[in-house]
């Protein structure tokens, strides 16, 4: 998967590469009346894809996040879920004793 990711990332350079040295000319952007802003092509181009990037890679960042404290909450209510429904061992003291020498309220006196 991870060559899938580089193969990707390369091409888009590429053509990013392609695309900046076939229209490396200047632009004149106008913002307001008064203010004009000269730019090349390219950096206009990767700006406008970097400010449309922001707003969705900031609400993928907090839905994953979101997501993962979910999960978290879910395993951890399912692990004392399964602790509080599993048997309990019995314990040396609830067990009756195997044979009457054994218990504690007898005396040898009583045992005859």
């Known amino acids: 998967m991870q060559i899938i990711r580089t193969i990707g ?45 922001l707003p969705v890679l900031v609400l993928y960042t907090g839905t994953r996040w979101r997501l993962n404290r979910r999960i978290k909450s879910l395993e951890t209510a399912l692990r004392s879920a399964v602790a509080a429904s599993a048997p309990r061992e019995p314990v040396k003291e609830d067990l009756p004793p195997a044979y009457p020498e054994e218990s504690p309220h007898l005396t040898r006196n009583e045992e005859k």
Do not use: D, H, Q, Y
């Open 9 to 53: 990332w390369v091409l888009v350079a590429v053509i990013l590469l392609v695309f900046s040295i076939n229209n490396w000319t200047p632009v004149e952007v106008k913002i307001w009346e008064g203010l004009v802003l000269e730019t090349k092509i390219p950096a206009l181009v990767i700006v406008s894809f970097l400010i449309g990037l």
